[in-house]
């Protein structure tokens, strides 16, 4: 099973919104891992991945300078679901974005988790 689902890519003019959601789920969310943060990464072509934006299981958000203003990172409550809500988006915003969660194992260190991304076109 797929621990990371990731919707609501698309095509949309530029200023326009888009709202993405990835649903968690799978034993890796039921096992003593500790789930530290969900967010979303982003991937253009001939570019990097990189982080857009993500919110810590305690609450606290960060954002890509880039998204910053438009881009607003949430959760459910049952701290699995996180969306991204891009309002205003540019031509530039266009790539894979990849929904991603980290998780702490007992022993230390990170472990992270990648769904397949969705599809985001802006047209100018």
């Known amino acids: 099973q797929v621990p990371l689902v990731e919707s609501g890519g698309g095509l949309v003019q530029a200023g326009g919104s888009l709202r993405l959601s990835c649903v968690g789920s799978g034993n890796i969310f039921r096992s003593l891992l500790s789930l530290n943060s969900m967010g979303w990464y982003r991937q253009a072509p001939g570019k990097q991945r990189e982080l857009v934006a993500s919110?810590?299981?305690?609450?606290?958000?960060k954002y890509a300078d880039s998204v910053k203003g438009r881009f607003t990172v949430s959760k459910d409550n049952d701290k699995t679901t996180v969306y991204l809500q891009m309002n205003n988006l540019k031509p530039e915003d266009a790539a894979v974005y990849y929904c991603?969660?980290?998780?702490?194992?007992?022993?230390?260190?990170?472990?992270?988790?990648w769904g397949k991304g969705t599809l985001v076109i802006v047209s100018s």
């Open positions: 991603h969660a980290d998780f702490i194992p007992p022993g230390g260190g990170l472990h992270n988790i």
């Open positions: 919110v810590l299981t305690g609450g606290t958000t």
